[in-house]
């Protein structure tokens, strides 16, 4: 009967849902879409938390952004395979079934099956209503704000500051929850890893200390505790770090650890990412970084040479630099840094063809 209106994704009932369809992960294109899809894959097979059913809704959402429907349909049929046989009262998880709930409501709409789209909205209003919510489409409980944090770290760091505020927000009610505690402390991280300052750096560093102490499999983070131990506690740093290449069998997470090396040591770097590729070939990260690591120490070298550059006062000769990823940065971005003022002249010595690309020179 309320087919006519579901002709616009505008319709209330729609857009008051909580899922991964309403909540904004600013994915810029079907490349980006297509690169979390491989990552959220790894996220799937060895996350730590009980969260495999959100990661899988999101799957389901970034099929739909790639037109592929059917697969969308069995992500979240998985999804709801693994609530049935972890949670079979379901009721401990009512957050995570509106969540799988709210997108099957949405893919039905983009597949024009309006019933199916009814189905679902009445499945959702009934639980509302069990759970005494205000809104019949939408439940403010801990559980729901949670699954948005960890959809929002898993679509990138640069989201940590909001993913932080959703943890906080389940922990309102859920103070002791280890999971929402290990979720704030990744957001805490990732928050600091897109603004990296002391006070940043020490909240992440505590959190992520008290997270390890409570979970000592957690390798992921390990690995994140070790990055903000390095520049004070580099003995620690490197005991972390070598537990995870140790015990750890989740490729992004030795990834991590391999970068953590990186400047030090190529080779360490190189067999931990051989190692990587050896439990999951098709992670092309892995690949990409490994062609990109044995030209570390020149890459360094133009880095030395542009300080030398600003610190020398020939500042004018460089304008910009761009430094291309993987050098620490999750999200996949060129690093820019722009040298402006200055004076002098400054001879490059004569070496291969810079790596990185300087913009603006003065020849």
Known sequence: ??????????????QALQCHFTWNFEIRDKVDAAHILQTLALRIAHTHYQNQPTFLAMQAYLYHLQGQYEDALQSLREAEEILQRDHPDNFPRQGLVLVIYGNYAWLYYHLAHYDLVELYLDKVRKICSSLKSRSPYAAQIPEIHAQKG???????????????????????????NGEFLAGLAIAAFASWTHSPNSASRN????????????????????????????????????ALLEDVVQNSLDPEVLRNAAKSFQREFVEKSISILERAISLNPNYHLLHYDLDFYPHLPRVWEECFYLLDLVLSGAQDSVQEVNVAEPLCNSDHKIIKFNISGGGGHHQRSPTQKPLISERGTTQ
Not at 158 to 166: H, M, V, W
Request: charged share 30%; net charge negative; with cysteine.
């Open 150 to 176: 960890w959809s929002l770290l898993a679509a990138g760091f640069r989201n940590g500051r909001e993913a932080t505020e959703c943890f906080q927000m389940a922990l309102r009610e859920d103070e002791a």
């Open 1 to 14: 009967g309320n087919e006519q209106n579901r002709e616009s994704p505008s319709d209330p009932s729609l």
């Open 203 to 238: 909240a992440a560093r505590e959190k992520l200390g008290a997270i390890i102490r409570e979970q000592q499999q957690n390798y992921e983070a390990k690995v994140y505790l070790a990055k903000t131990l390095k520049s004070v506690n580099r003995e620690q740093a490197e």
